[in-house]
């Protein structure tokens, strides 16, 4: 099955500096590549998603990259602000499969 | 749009009792999905329907776990007898289909078993 590994575990950057948390993945078939944001007491929540037609995705301060051939993709947040901080997950899937297999989170810490 | 409801939002039991968490997925929604989420990892999928079929429990642990969503839509999950070691937080999503449709969780569930 799928294996999902995600760096690092923890992160911390002043405010304004930007944040990347890295993930590989291991099964070729997987085409789905969304990122959640947990807060404390809080449910995943979707911030951006990729598809495997796509290397990069934008919505405003957070992008994503992925690169199939090396099976990684990446979650990029700029001019981070102190609501950034939060437990960041990635994930992976693929249709056919429709399990989503989870990385083991990265704690970030905005430095005011 | 109300999103994926899920009650109680914390429980605490003794071992060996029995336990039931609730869930009401998004409107229109017609897959369901059972997490569990231990401290400091990851959720990982126990259940999913699709509407009133589970189509993967395959991490479902039959001898004292049992999940329903009858007519489709809202979903009972049930541990008994509980034990130490299921204290953790119990995650339901929901999506509009299942194939690579974006799931959207509830807040979960926090059962602590003393």
């Known amino acids: 099955g799928e294996n999902v590994e995600q760096h690092p575990s923890t992160l911390s950057v002043q405010e304004g500096d930007s944040a990347v948390i890295k993930c590989t993945y291991s099964d070729s078939a997987s085409n789905y590549f969304p990122w959640y944001k947990q807060e404390l007491g809080k449910g995943p929540q979707l911030i951006i998603d990729i598809r495997s037609n796509v290397g990069e995705k934008k919505d405003q301060r957070i992008a994503v990259t992925l690169n199939k051939t090396a099976k990684h993709f990446s979650l990029h947040i700029t001019e981070t602000q102190p609501e950034d901080s939060a437990v960041y997950f990635c994930?992976?899937?693929?249709?056919?499969?429709?399990?989503?297999?989870f990385g083991t989170g990265t704690r970030l810490t905005i430095i005011p | 749009e109300a999103g994926v409801v899920q009650s109680p939002r914390y429980k605490i039991i003794e071992k060996k009792q029995p336990v039931a968490f609730w869930c009401n997925p998004i409107?229109?929604?017609?897959?369901l999905y059972w997490y569990l989420q231990n401290l400091g990892q990851g959720p990982e999928l126990l259940i999913r329907y699709e509407n009133e079929e589970a189509v993967d429990d395959s991490q479902l642990p039959k001898d004292r776990f049992s999940a329903e969503r009858l007519k489709g839509v809202d979903s009972t999950l049930k541990i008994q007898p509980a034990e130490l070691g299921d204290s953790a937080v119990y995650l339901c999503?929901?999506?509009?289909?299942?194939?690579?449709?974006?799931?959207?969780f509830g807040p979960g569930t926090r059962l602590l078993v003393l």
């Open positions: 994930a992976a899937t693929s249709f056919g499969n429709e399990k989503l297999t």
């Open positions: 999503a929901s999506s509009l289909g299942s194939r690579g449709e974006t799931q959207y």
């Open positions: 409107s229109g929604h017609n897959t």
